[in-house]
């Protein structure tokens, strides 16, 4: 059963930083890349950044950019953003998610450009 | 960047209704890119349709999508009680993603 738990969110001030981790199992991590997608307090979603499976390319919103950065550790099954200079706006549940395939295989259309499971999120609330 | 919008914004309906929620792309999207999310409240999305017509595994076949070029719809056929929810549309392009604003489905 493929299970993916976020952890590190919290309260943090505007200008501060903050550093989420997703910890996956139940499927081969090292094969897919890896997601956040966020979503402020009664919006909608928004996807933050991507990060493939093995070349270790990332991508980023053009909101987040210069300020997260996405990595992961496939011999530890685990995701991170780390969040620079926050802002009131950078407020939302951050969820991880698995993609259907690595970048290049969506990219190149052999497979969707999806994300097929999710975790349960973390809440990031920046403020005074 | 390719903005989604979706319609209507809130639909209230009965069980055992048809609902039909509509996305529409500001530029042509390939069908290969489209997909539909379904998300209840205190819950994360769910995958329900990928390809623009192709159902994710385990999802009603109540669940249908169609479309092509910038026009996308997803059906339901008949509610269920379970399916009321908010739904958005996704698609892929220039390795970004973005996703509509959403719409809720309610029960009338």
């Known amino acids: 059963e493929v299970q993916l738990l976020e952890s590190g969110g919290g309260l943090v001030q505007p200008g501060g930083s903050l550093r989420l981790s997703c910890a996956a199992s139940g499927f081969t991590f090292s094969t897919y890349a890896m997601t956040w997608v966020r979503q402020a307090p009664g919006k909608g979603l928004e996807w933050v950044s991507v990060?493939?499976?093995?070349?270790?390319?990332?991508y980023y919103a053009d909101s987040v950019k210069g300020r997260f950065t996405i990595s992961r550790d496939n011999s530890k099954n685990t995701l991170s953003l780390q969040m620079n200079s926050l802002r009131a706006e950078d407020t939302a549940v951050y969820y991880c998610?698995?993609?259907?395939?690595?970048?290049?295989?969506?990219?190149?259309?052999?497979?969707?450009?999806?994300?097929?499971?999710w975790g349960q999120g973390a809440l990031v609330t920046v403020s005074s | 960047d390719t903005v989604l919008t979706q319609s209507p914004g809130t639909l209230s309906l009965s069980p055992g209704e048809r609902a039909t929620l509509s996305c529409r792309a500001s530029?042509?999207?390939?069908?290969?890119?489209l997909a539909w999310y379904q998300q209840k409240p205190g819950q994360a999305p769910r995958l329900l349709i990928y390809?623009?017509?192709s159902r994710a595994t385990g999802i009603p076949d109540r669940f249908s999508g169609s479309g092509s070029g910038t026009d996308f719809t997803l059906t339901i056929s008949s509610l269920e009680p379970e399916d009321f929810a908010v739904y958005y549309c996704q698609q892929f392009g220039r390795s970004s993603w973005t996703f509509g604003q959403g719409t809720k489905v309610e029960i009338k």
């Open positions: 998610a698995k993609a259907w395939g690595d970048i290049v295989l969506m990219v190149y259309g052999v497979g969707p450009a999806v994300f097929d499971y």
């Open positions: 530029q042509s999207v390939s069908s290969s890119y």
């Open positions: 390809g623009a017509s």
């Open positions: 990060i493939s499976a093995t070349d270790g390319s990332t």
